[in-house]
């Protein structure tokens, strides 16, 4: 982290988690936990729990997000929600391009900057997800590949859009896995992010922008990953879902 030049920013991504009910039972119970957080809080949770965890969030530091946003701003896409809608209903924050997204509904590096430019122009803040499957890493193309997805998501993005863009570094192999990059692993590709948005935008474009880890970062390992210099939060999964859990992601954040 690196907080003289950027936001630390702690979101938990609930996934096909909770209820309603049960989504306002969880907001009201982390809220206490991170009142004094010196760093932004975020629950990206699904469709239905938006507006229960926003009743939930009022009067905490605590901001609502969505997990997913369509490319178009309506039309016959069933199943679907619009950047519009989301921003309708007070959603602050929407996760693009996640590496589930990807592996189960067909989201390419295209359709993901589609859905980065709508959510955009709907002026929602969005958390752009790139990372690698573990074959690549093994075949040691990283670097090249993240810095590719980065590219295409980014595609048509200005650098005054890039205050609303966080980037989540999600290396596929240890999402949900338990498996986790080490923190030299994972300071060396937020770097190279950091280093492909210097390139596109500028340094201190890159210096300012948010890079989170997402990679199965949890109470234990989240103060080690913290305190790399490139590491500026944490794109949360399993352990947002556990008040204490979370709350101490939030508390090595706040350091």
Aim: some cysteine; overall charge negative; charged content about 20%.
């Amino acid at each position: 982290m690196n907080k003289a030049k950027r936001k630390t920013i702690i979101a938990g991504n609930w996934k096909m988690n909770k209820t309603p009910a049960q989504a306002k039972e969880l907001i009201s119970t982390i809220a206490p936990l991170v009142k004094d957080a010196d760093c932004e809080v975020i629950a990206c949770v699904p469709f239905i729990d938006i507006t229960a965890a926003q009743e939930a969030a009022q009067g905490t530091n605590i901001k609502i997000g969505a997990e997913n946003c369509h490319w178009a701003e309506s039309g016959a896409f069933t199943g679907e929600i619009s950047a519009a809608m989301l921003a309708d209903i007070g959603s602050e924050y929407v996760v693009i391009g996640h590496s589930e997204r990807r592996q189960y509904f067909g989201e390419t590096d295209e359709t993901v900057n589609m859905r980065v430019k709508s959510a955009l122009a709907a002026g929602l803040k969005v958390i752009l997800c790139v990372g690698e499957l573990k074959e690549q890493r093994l075949q040691g193309i990283t670097p090249e590949l993240v810095a590719l997805q980065t590219k295409i998501a980014l595609g048509g993005v200005t650098e005054q859009d890039m205050s609303s863009i966080i980037i989540a570094y999600e290396p596929v192999w240890a999402i949900g896995t338990g498996l986790t990059a080490t923190a030299e692993q994972a300071q060396e590709v937020c770097k190279i992010i950091r280093d492909c948005l210097a390139e596109l935008y500028g340094q201190a474009v890159a210096e300012a922008t948010t890079i989170q880890y997402g990679g199965s970062m949890n109470d234990a390992n989240a103060e080690e990953l913290l305190g790399k210099p490139d590491v500026d939060g944490g794109l949360i999964g399993g352990a947002s879902l556990v008040a204490e859990k979370f709350a101490a992601i939030v508390a090595a954040g706040s350091k």
